[in-house]
Nanobody, 124 residues
Framework: QVQLVESGGGLVQAGGSLRLSCAASGRTFSNYAMGWFRQAPGKEREFVIAISWSGGTIYYADSVKGRFTISKDNAKNTVYLQMNSLKPDDTAVYYC?????????????????WGPGTQVTVSS
């Protein structure tokens, strides 16, 4: 069993930055890739960014490439989402997810565990 809890969401002005954290318990960092997804009202949950367990591979959604980055600290059992140059379209609930294996993917089906989400609102 893996438990994930996101934190760091909030209200930020367009062009600003925010860093989300995802604290994991269980075997997540021993076995799993980690990813971030987001869901805006009325929209499907969409892939944002993911990192392999090794950290050697990072996948980005085109919409966030160059603005967002993912990192993890295995000692703290925490994964981070650094969001820069935020846009109003980035407004969503952001979810941390742990994959079913060590390889990063962009598919929701590849993630077995999900946090409850944290709201990010970007004002214009």
């Amino acid at each position: 069993q893996v438990q994930l809890v996101e934190s760091g969401g909030g209200l930020v002005q367009a062009g600003g930055s925010l860093r989300l954290s995802c604290a994991a318990s269980g075997r997540t960092f021993s076995n799993y890739a980690m990813g971030w997804f987001r869901q805006a009202p009325g929209k499907e949950r969409e892939f944002v960014i993911a990192i392999s367990w090794s950290g050697g591979t990072i996948y980005y959604a085109d919409s966030v490439k160059g603005r967002f980055t993912i990192s993890k600290d295995n000692a703290k059992n925490t994964v981070y989402l650094q969001m820069n140059s935020l846009k109003p379209d980035d407004t969503a609930v952001y979810y941390c997810a742990a994959g079913r294996g060590p390889l990063a993917t962009m598919s929701r089906l590849s993630y077995a565990y999900w946090g409850p989400g944290t709201q990010v609102t970007v004002s214009s």
